[in-house]
């Protein structure tokens, strides 16, 4: 490692530690117990970070011997990021502090199939007006660390390039990643939907770790996983194409192109309102990814989802249940609702932007900040560890 990047990892090991802090605050002597830097490498990176306004002091706080300690935390509005959500029908946009608290959402309707730059226009409009909120005072452009943009799967993450998206052939090979920086003036990270979802569940749960798949059914069906605590793409980041899985060969005819496609067949049951059936067929793909990657639990979102609960988590959970039953491997694998207040999307996307500040782009939790790694993950990487 070279010292450039040796610094912006323990860099990363401080911020983390003194965002999980909150207004408490931390002592260097702690940042440094639980690093394991050297109470002199502590100093000069805080010092360093109060120049750059991302830590201020906190007080002090008493001490068993000598004088007392002074007290450091972060600042959470030295720094922002903008989450965008673009579904195929509706924009959600996000402002998220360096604390990871969400302080304004917008959101509007969106036809993700009228194209490049009437989608971009909505994009920019709405980054615009939360960084200059009426109410208050305008954001200063050098806080706005960057815009993370989720959208519908496939995709290549790491050139930023969408795919064929389903029902949307015309943004086969955009590359919005791009487009959207070069528009904004702003550095833009693109994932899946689900992806960015997952991140955002992980990112709270921690430092629980574990494995899980996301399953969020909204306009269309896909999944994000998180495995052995790392966010997972895939080695062409094509990973959780959850809808487009095969459950009945002569099936109906799916918008990939397909036939018999868990998306196809879930969306149709909801539309004729036998959302009883829609959760068995969801749990039967619930079933197969627990069969095939012996994930921990299994959580449930989207607007479907969210407008009910009860019988997605329900019938989900009784698929799960026959399958442990028939295998005899113990209690079934958990279903739970992601929940949240419906900006799950957007936040995750916002947390693209934020998590490589504080070491948790490519490198699993490490149980209290030391050993995170620093910085975002390659652009080619599988794994996205958090």
Not at 289 to 311: K, N, Q
Not at 359 to 383: I, N, R, T
Request: charged share 20%; with cysteine; hydrophobic share 45%.
């Amino acid at each position: 490692m070279n010292l450039p990047a040796l610094r912006s990892h323990n860099a990363a090991l401080v911020l983390d530690l003194l965002r999980t802090a909150g207004e408490a605050g931390i002592s260097r002597l702690e940042l440094a117990e639980r690093t394991g830097l050297t109470p002199q490498a502590v100093s000069k990176i805080t010092a360093r970070l109060r120049g750059e306004g991302l830590v201020a002091e906190a007080g002090r706080r008493a001490s068993t011997g000598g004088k007392p300690r002074t007290v450091l935390r972060l600042v959470p509005d030295a720094g922002h990021a903008v989450g965008l959500h673009l579904d195929r029908d509706e924009l959600t946009a996000v402002l998220v502090d360096l604390a990871g608290t969400t302080v304004a959402v917008r959101q509007s309707p969106l036809d993700f199939g009228a194209g490049a730059e009437v989608v971009l226009e909505a994009a920019s409009r709405e980054i615009t007006a939360l960084a200059a909120p009426a109410s208050s005072r305008p954001l200063r452009r050098e806080a706005l660390l960057g815009v993370g943009v989720a959208v519908p799967g496939p995709l290549d993450h790491g050139r930023g390039v969408l795919h064929r998206v389903t029902g949307f052939p015309q943004w086969d090979g955009f590359a919005l990643r791009d487009v959207l920086s070069e528009r904004l003036g702003l550095p833009v990270v693109v994932d899946k939907d689900t992806n960015a979802a997952a991140l955002g569940l992980a990112l709270r749960a921690r430092p629980a770790g574990g494995s899980f798949a996301y399953l969020h059914l909204g306009t269309g069906l896909g999944s994000g996983l998180v495995l052995g605590g790392a966010l997972y793409r895939g080695a062409r980041t094509g990973a959780g194409e959850f809808g487009h899985q095969t459950l009945q060969l002569d099936g109906p005819v799916c918008g990939c192109g397909g036939r018999g496609c868990i998306e196809a067949l879930c969306l149709a049951a909801v539309a004729r309102g036998d959302l009883a059936e829609a959760a068995r067929v969801l749990g039967a793909g619930a079933a197969n990814l627990v069969g095939l990657l012996d994930i921990d639990r299994v959580l449930l979102g989207g607007r479907v989802i969210a407008a009910h609960e009860g019988v997605f988590v329900r019938g989900v959970g009784e698929v799960l249940s026959e399958l442990a039953r028939r295998e005899g491997s113990g209690p079934a694998v958990p279903v739970a609702a992601a929940g949240g207040d419906g900006h799950g999307v957007a936040e995750g996307a916002a947390q693209l932007v934020l998590a490589p500040l504080f070491g948790h782009a490519d490198v699993a939790f490490p149980g209290g900040g030391a050993g995170a790694g620093a910085g975002a993950a390659s652009a080619d990487s599988a794994v996205g560890r958090i």
